[in-house]
C-alpha cells in the first residue's frame, strides 16, 4: 500500500478486495476515473463501468472479466496483471476509458443518448492525449454509440483525431461467444499495429 493509497475495502485501494452487497448496490450511478497519459500507444474503451468494478475502484474488475488475461497473452503485459495493480499499464503506453462512465448493474441500461455522448467524450479524450490507437471492447454498444451498424470487429475506416480507432470483442466472462483464443488473436493485431505506427 501506497502512502496516498486508499485503506483496503474502500474504491481505489490497491490491496485486492471483495465488495459486500452494500457496497455493490451503492456503487449504482458512480463513475470510475480514467486511467490515461499522453502519448499513449493503446487506450482501451470498455462500455461502462459494472458494479463491482465501480465498487472496488478498479477497470475491468469483475472475476471472470477475461480482459487481464487477454492483453498479457497478446503481449501488452509481461505479467497478468490484476485490476488493482491497473496503473502499471500506463508504463506499459496502455490506458483504460469506458464510453459511459457511470456504472451499472448491466449496460442494457445505457440510453441510446448516453452511448452517442459517449462517444463524443471519448473522441474529446483522444484529442486531448494523442494515443496512437483507441479500441473500443463491444460491437453492438460501439454500432449504437456511432451509427454504424454494419461496424465489424478490426481496424474501423475512421479515426478519432488522429488515433485508429479499433473495435474488439467485449472480454467480459458474461460475452462467451468468443473464445479466449481468438479473442487473443485480434488483440495481437491490435497490438502490432500500435506498436509499429
Request: hydrophobic share 45%.
Amino acid at each position: 500500500m501506497t502512502r496516498s493509497d486508499p485503506p483496503p475495502g474502500t474504491p481505489g485501494s490497491t490491496t485486492p478486495w471483495k465488495p459486500t452487497p452494500a457496497q455493490l448496490l451503492a456503487a449504482a450511478g458512480t463513475t470510475l476515473p480514467d486511467l490515461v497519459a499522453p502519448s499513449l500507444r493503446v487506450v482501451f474503451c470498455g462500455i461502462n463501468p459494472g458494479l463491482y468494478t465501480a465498487a472496488i475502484g478498479h477497470h475491468f474488475g469483475r472475476p471472470g472479466n477475461r480482459f487481464w488475461k487477454v492483453i498479457h497473452l497478446a503481449g501488452f503485459t509481461a505479467t497478468q496483471l490484476s485490476p488493482f495493480e491497473e496503473r502499471r499499464l500506463l508504463d506499459a503506453g496502455v490506458g483504460i476509458t469506458n464510453l459511459v462512465p457511470r456504472a451499472t448493474a448491466a449496460a442494457a441500461e445505457l440510453s441510446p443518448a448516453e452511448l452517442r455522448a459517449g462517444l463524443r467524450r471519448v473522441e474529446e479524450l483522444a484529442r486531448r492525449f494523442g494515443p496512437r490507437a483507441v479500441a473500443f471492447l463491444g460491437m453492438q454498444a460501439y454500432r449504437a454509440a456511432s451509427g454504424r451498424r454494419g461496424a465489424e470487429l478490426g481496424l474501423q475506416p475512421e479515426r478519432l483525431g488522429d488515433a485508429a480507432l479499433w473495435l474488439l470483442p467485449n472480454p467480459s466472462g458474461l460475452q462467451a461467444r468468443y473464445q479466449l483464443a481468438e479473442m487473443v488473436e485480434m488483440f495481437v493485431a491490435l497490438r502490432r499495429f500500435a506498436w509499429s505506427h
